[in-house]
């Protein structure tokens, strides 16, 4: 049992080791802070990468607690935090990187900038699936590439995480959409509302050919890096411009250069990372709930349940790509 001052915590003590439930101190909101009380956490593929030490960037040291998204409730607000009250259900990206404290505990204290009221029509563990997934669609997508009403948007990799949420914002902004998949997964895509392409069927100047008479698309969203980066840098249109959320590889540029298109990276963790920039997720997630709040955000989860005592479960769960949708785990009742 624990006391007023204490938590309980799933804390990462080595790198591939398995968590341990701890009861921990309670940190306490400094200023521009609020004291969440965490609901859920969502499990992320960099969680993974971080808990198996391959993600340098990421900068997590040990003994850690991970989680990157959170949604719970505000129980305390430190000083010079004007924009939330005691008792508001907030959600965002804010932690579990940087040496941050993670969402894999039962409180945490938060830079208020970071974090936005939850959608009212999602539940905790909804709303805790969607916010890294959601600010990098949005950056890639609004802040680099300038997505309007008319335009063609193809995202590498429609299925996963981030993909499925490119879709759903190119979407509620206008555009028409298509998305590579495997084939096992088009219905996927399809129950999006974009144009399933099987990227083992179809090389990437016939699907081109096909869906945009050989002109090209005019944004693509990378999501998986490598070789998708490589074929995104030949489906884009004259001056298109591609944006890629994981930009791994050695890469020839000349596809790109020849098209007199343009490149972006997205990095969402910079403003965790360094502190710039932290008040436009706040901003992002707020454009989230709007989105969400009218029906143009639909997160898919997948049913299964953990919780602070399983954690390892759920990363074994995303690990083994047999999840059906986002995986959550449960952090208090």
């Given amino acids: 049992m624990t006391t007023p001052r204490q938590m309980r915590a799933a804390l990462l003590e080595t790198h591939g080791g398995a968590f341990r439930h701890a009861t921990i101190a309670r940190p306490v909101a400094g200023p521009g802070q609020v004291l969440v ?71 945490a204290a938060v ?67 298509f998305a590579t998949v495997s084939a096992a997964r088009t219905e996927v895509i399809a129950r999006l509302a974009a144009t399933p392409i099987d990227h083992a069927q179809y090389a990437v100047d016939d699907y081109v050919a096909i869906h945009t008479l050989g002109r090209g698309f005019d944004i693509v969203y990378d999501t998986a890096g490598g070789a998708s980066l490589d074929a995104s840098f030949k489906a884009v249109k004259r001056f298109g411009h591609v944006v890629s959320a994981l930009g791994w590889g050695t890469h020839a540029l000349a596809p790109l250069s020849f098209r007199a298109a343009t490149y972006s990276g997205v990095f969402t963790l910079l403003p965790l990372l360094t502190g710039e920039g932290r008040a436009h997720h706040g901003e992002i997630l707020r454009e989230a709930t709007r989105l969400a709040e009218m029906g143009k955000l639909v997160p898919r989860i997948d049913p299964r349940r953990f919780d602070l005592t399983s954690v390892g479960d759920a990363h074994e769960l995303l690990e083994s790509g047999q999840a059906q949708g986002k995986v959550v785990v449960d952090v208090t009742g």
């Fill in 37 to 107: 009380r965490v609901k859920a956490s969502g499990v992320n593929p960099l969680d993974l990468k971080i808990r198996s030490g391959a993600a340098d960037h990421a900068r997590h040291p040990l003994p850690a607690i991970l989680g990157i998204d959170l949604a719970g409730v505000i129980v305390s607000i430190g000083p010079g935090v004007t924009t939330f009250r005691t008792g508001d259900e907030v959600y965002g990206m804010t932690g579990g990187v940087g040496g941050v404290q993670g969402s894999l505990a039962e409180y």
């Fill in 111 to 177: 830079d208020a900038d970071l974090l936005a009221l939850k959608p009212a029509n999602f539940s905790m563990r909804e709303a805790a699936s969607m916010p890294l997934a959601f600010i990098t669609a949005w950056e890639g997508l609004v802040d680099r590439a300038n997505v309007h009403a008319g335009q063609t948007v193809l995202v590498q990799g429609g299925a996963g995480g981030v993909g499925s949420v490119v879709i759903q914002l190119a979407r509620a902004l206008d555009a028409t959409v």
